[in-house]
């Protein structure tokens, strides 16, 4: 009972402080979750593209259950590893991280072939891409507004610590050099994966001060914050990356209790 009225009084104060409303108290380990990698979701409509062993894969949820995930058919995959797809333009282009040797991770872009029913072959976007670590990438639905993850810095810019958070836009047809987001969204720690809800909100995980522990997934209400965590998705794991639509959000946990091991993802019913 003790418990319960715990979660209750967090519910309130989640919703006072955020305006968001949750049907459940905690995520739960999702069901294709094994002892491998499965991270970095990305829920679009129905269809949950994910990493898994770092290739890109997909699930299907038909409203009861989630389809047994298979590899993103087409020319996405490769024995680099790819990682963080964002799918956007109502399913049809893909945004994605893939490993270079000499330019370590790297963003590509992949549209979508409806007559061979497959992603056709990827072009590197060269302006968010650099010689050295990118990882994730969030772009809006019309491929305007970009958000990607880099801990070398653009245009002679030096980030503010570690990964932080960039943002590019399009300007006539061509995306700008990245800008560096500033505080409250990046700190000294790092910022990795980054999601926006259909509100504006941006999410993004940090292991800045005030974590549960490990990293936590934060939300800022406006670029310019403020920032709170997220409490209802993290614990004293690693909580790196997170997704959601009007029926789920989805954290991939690396090794939090409750799943498989390694990286799993843990999913709280919305609704
Ligand atoms: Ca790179
Ligand atoms: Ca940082
Ligand atoms: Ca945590």
Redesign the pocket.
């Known amino acids: 009972m003790k418990h319960m009225w715990q979660a209750l009084l967090l519910c309130a104060l989640l919703v006072m402080t955020t305006g968001l409303v949750y049907a459940a108290n905690e995520p739960v380990s999702w069901v294709h979750n094994t002892t491998g990698v499965e991270r970095e979701p990305c829920l679009v409509g129905n269809v949950l593209y994910f990493v898994k062993d770092y290739d890109i894969y997909q699930s299907v949820w038909d409203g009861a259950d989630w389809s047994v995930p298979v590899p993103v058919p087409g020319a996405v995959n490769t024995l680099q590893n790819e990682i963080n797809p964002h799918v956007v333009k109502n399913g049809t282009v893909m945004y994605f991280g893939r490993y270079d040797p000499v330019t370590n991770y790297d963003f590509y872009r992949s549209e979508w072939d409806p007559v061979k029913q497959e992603w056709g072959e990827p072009v590197l976007v060269a302006e968010w891409s650099t010689p050295d670590q990118e990882w994730d990438v969030w772009v809006n639905e019309d491929e305007t507004v970009a958000y990607v993850t880099n801990k070398i810095g653009y245009g002679g810019v030096a980030p503010i610590g570690g990964r932080d958070l960039w943002k590019s836009v399009k300007q006539d047809g061509k995306w700008s050099t990245p800008v560096n987001l500033g505080a409250p969204i990046n700190t000294s720690g790092d910022e990795w994966h980054v999601f926006v809800d259909k509100d504006g909100r941006i999410y993004f995980e940090s292991n800045r001060e005030g ?6 997934i934060w939300v800022a209400e406006t670029e310019q914050g403020p920032v709170s965590n997220l409490t209802i998705m ?6 790196r990356g997170f997704t959601m639509n009007d029926e789920f959000m989805i954290v991939a946990g690396d090794r939090r209790p409750g799943g498989p091991g390694s990286y799993d993802l843990f999913i709280l019913p919305l609704k």
């Open positions: 974590t549960l522990g490990n990293f936590d993290n614990s004293s794991a690693g909580e």
